[in-house]
């Protein structure tokens, strides 16, 4: 297939890059290169004759034209967006314009496409999301592709307002579309503000690892590998109109996936003091969602789909890399405008 991935520079975009790459699939990448674009992320699949970029805004709907019709794709995977709660928080009118207003130009630009082709049967739309629409859960129960929407950050609402313009683009204009709902990711390439590379990367620094308030909260994490995995399966075998979530079956409180981080930096990387005493305490984000889990039967049962890394061989792979690709995680620590932001997604 020829996939158009939009936000291929990205984390989770450019693992989906490389893996289609590897699968034999042409891609265009078409991406803005923002803040959290790095190049680099892609510069193993660069060379490869199936592989083109396009730098290119969602919201440019003359540019979307034009990718369309250069490249005729035979499917979307559109990743490209406002990824980081908190800078949500500090400043959600980049979350509206790229998240809401760039996924309706976007499914605008692939409609004309689509239809201006004759509507193939074979072409596909695949939203890719996030478990953050649900809200938050209590101690018990998992998230599943019924329940309810009810995001509590301007990140997860903005992200389910992609999610239902999506949905409304299949049911009013029959445009096929595929959605998917994820766990947070984890791995390499993942920008350093995140939490799993902050808490690596101030470890290593000797700085203090902060944790947002008693660091109770718990989430549900994925190999960022896997995720690729499970959203190629999406987007060659979903069934149109339906949605599917993913998970890692890895659930973790925030201040025991910090601990196993450090106990493992002990070993991979032995320093004077164990890493843990460097932990500290902050202020709690406002709005945090206490939990999140993910009932992932369904790709499972229809498609086929499982994770294949624990969260134990996941966070030894993720931090041997950081260790490895200092070059890589400096450059974009000392990119003008990015903070030392905690983010937990
Ligand atoms: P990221 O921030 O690492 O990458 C986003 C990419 O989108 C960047 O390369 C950026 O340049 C590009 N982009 C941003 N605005 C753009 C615009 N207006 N036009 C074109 N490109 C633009 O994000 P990520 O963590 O890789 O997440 C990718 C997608 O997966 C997002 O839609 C996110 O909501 C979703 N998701 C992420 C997670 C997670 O744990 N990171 C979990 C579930 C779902």
Redesign the pocket.
């Known amino acids: 297939m020829k996939l158009l991935v939009?936000?291929?520079?990205?984390?989770?975009?450019?693992a989906v890059v490389r893996l289609a790459i590897a699968d034999g699939h042409e891609v265009v990448n078409?991406?803005?290169?923002?803040?959290?674009?790095?190049l680099d992320n892609v510069a193993s699949v660069a060379d490869n004759p199936g592989y083109a970029f396009e730098q290119?805004?969602?919201?440019d709907a003359a540019a979307l034209k034009r990718v369309f019709d250069a490249h005729q794709p035979d499917a979307v995977m559109?990743?490209?967006?406002?990824?980081?709660v908190d800078r949500s928080i500090d400043g959600p009118g980049s979350f509206i314009?790229?998240?809401v207003t760039?996924t309706y130009t976007l499914l605008e630009a692939a409609r004309a496409y689509w239809d201006g082709r004759g509507r193939p049967a074979g072409f596909r739309f695949h939203h890719?999301?996030?478990?953050?629409v649900f809200g938050t859960l209590g101690d018990t129960g998992m998230f599943t592709e019924e329940t309810p929407y009810a995001p509590n950050s301007p990140?997860s609402a903005s992200?389910a307002a992609s999610d239902h313009l999506v949905r409304a683009w299949h049911e009013t204009y029959g445009l096929p579309v595929v959605l998917s709902?994820?766990?947070?990711?984890?791995g390499p390439f993942?920008?350093p503000e995140?939490l799993i590379p902050v808490v690596i990367l101030n470890a290593l620094a000797g700085k203090d690892i902060p944790i947002y308030g008693a660091g109770l909260n718990v989430r549900d994490w994925?190999f960022v590998e896997d995720?690729a995995r499970a959203l190629l399966t999406v987007v060659t075998k979903g069934e149109i109109g339906r949605s599917y979530n993913i998970g890692g079956n890895a659930e973790a409180r925030n201040i025991d996936l910090v601990q196993m981080i450090c106990t493992l930096l002990d070993d991979l990387r032995p320093a004077a003091k164990p890493y843990a005493d460097q932990i500290r305490h902050v202020t709690d984000r406002p709005g945090h969602d206490l939990r999140y889990a993910i009932d992932a039967t369904r790709i499972r049962d229809e498609l086929g789909w499982q994770p294949t890394v624990t969260l134990a061989e996941g966070l030894a792979f993720t931090i041997q890399w950081y260790l490895d690709n200092e070059a890589w995680w400096t450059a974009l620590q000392n990119r003008e405008g990015v903070g030392k932001r905690l983010g937990v997604?």
């Open positions: 939009t936000g291929g520079a990205g984390f989770i975009g450019s078409l991406d803005a290169l923002t803040y959290a674009a790095c290119a805004d969602i919201r559109h990743l490209a967006a406002e990824s980081h314009d790229t998240n760039g890719i999301s996030t478990d953050e990140y992200k709902n994820c766990s947070n990711n984890y993942h920008f995140k994925l995720h997604a």
